[in-house]
């Protein structure tokens, strides 16, 4: 029985990637694509992580031929209890892009003071 919690466990935290690893590949020739699937419009989101794409989950699917499969793609949402990542994730991965949701979401990214920007 554990040994099946523990390779249940092992899948699902496989699904995460935290912000250390993307900030430290960060910059011009980043593997990462940070996209931003938060249904919401700009003025209510009003901040996003620096340097993310606004592609709402619910327009993910339409907007796959944009994407370079070459590229890591990095989902988040407002919160890591939602459910918007894990649907953006579930479609990137079906569609065999190379892609992870974000560990601690938008609020774990806020929280610790990562580079932010605001959306106008």
Known sequence: M???K???LETYLSLYIGHQEVLEDAGADSPYVI???RNAPNQVKKEQIKGAKAIAAKDLA???DK???DKIY???DWTAGTTLGKQALLILLTNGFK???LSCALEGWKGM???MEEIK
């Open 62 to 64: 339409s907007s796959l």
């Open 99 to 101: 892609a992870y949701e």
């Open 67 to 69: 994407l370079d499969k």
């Open 2 to 4: 554990n040994d099946k």
């Open 35 to 37: 996209i931003d699937v």
């Open 74 to 76: 990095v989902v988040y």
């Open 6 to 8: 523990i390779e249940f």
């Open 113 to 115: 003071n990562l580079p």
